[in-house]
């Protein structure tokens, strides 16, 4: 088994002087390929800050962190860009969904800012199994929360990224659709050997996973196999 991402050391403050939050601590930490982690803990802990760091999408304050053996935050920001699209498939607590696009472009369009060719087949697949197919030509506001948080799932899986982040993923699904959702990830994970990390609240989300991260108060506790 390799690493994937790799975290040293890394801090992360929010503001300065008496208002400011120290929210993550010397975070060291090694993701192994093909493995599915969820980070679990309590609201304010870190989760969402952890992720993004993990993902290249916010710089700590120090610290490194290796993607596939390059140092993320030593990239230019549009090196950097490139490589998050490439290689990483995102679906954020609050979706983030393009408004002025319908749900199938929402989907294509980070495939196709890479130049690439979307897979059909598979994107069907992604679109069926998230039962989305009779939204594709609707646009996000149209949306009920848990139709949203599925068309941001189907964008994060429609190009296989190597590694997929997902915070809170089924936070505003029923249970159903949450399992629905959880077996998709899962099978997308072993068809394609993908790494996922997921955020979650749900301890029987957690224990779908083969390991759990737990974070308390910006510390990382401890990384339990399941
Ligand atoms: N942009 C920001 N500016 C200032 N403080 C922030 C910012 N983002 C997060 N924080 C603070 O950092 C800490 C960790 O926040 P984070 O969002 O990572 O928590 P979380 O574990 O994801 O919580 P939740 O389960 O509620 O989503 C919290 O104390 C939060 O208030
Ligand atoms: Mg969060």
Redesign the pocket.
């Known amino acids: 088994m390799s690493t994937i991402l790799k975290a040293v050391n890394i801090e992360?403050t929010?503001?300065k002087g008496e208002l400011s939050?120290h929210?993550l601590k010397n975070i060291n930490l090694s993701i192994e390929d093909g493995i599915f982690y969820a980070i679990i803990?309590?609201?304010?802990?870190?989760?969402?800050?952890?992720?993004?760091i993990l993902g290249g999408l916010d710089k700590p304050s120090s610290g490194k962190m290796y993607l596939e053996d390059k140092s993320m935050f030593d990239l230019r920001d549009r090196e950097l860009a490139i490589l998050r699209r490439q290689r990483i498939g995102f679906v954020f607590?609050s979706f983030n969904l393009l408004e002025e696009h319908t749900v199938m472009e929402n989907i294509l369009i980070p495939i196709e800012l890479d130049g690439k060719h979307p897979d059909m087949k598979h994107i069907d697949k992604v679109i069926d199994s998230l039962g989305i197919r009779e939204k594709l030509s609707y646009y996000p506001d149209e949306l009920s929360g848990g139709q949203r948080q599925r068309v941001a799932i189907a964008r994060a899986l429609a190009s296989k990224p190597a590694l997929l982040l997902a915070?809170?993923p089924t936070g505003n699904l029923d249970d159903k659709t949450s399992n629905e959702v959880m077996n998709l990830l899962k099978e997308s994970a072993k068809e394609f050997h993908q790494t996922i990390i997921l955020?979650t609240?749900d301890p029987q989300i957690a224990d779908m996973a083969d390991k759990v991260i737990t974070?308390s108060d910006?510390n990382l506790v401890s990384i339990q196999d399941n």
Do not use: N
Not at 41 to 52: C, D, E, P, R, V
């Open positions: 992360k929010y503001g939050v929210a803990g309590k609201s304010g802990s870190g989760k969402s800050t952890l992720l993004h607590q915070d809170e955020v609240h974070i910006g």
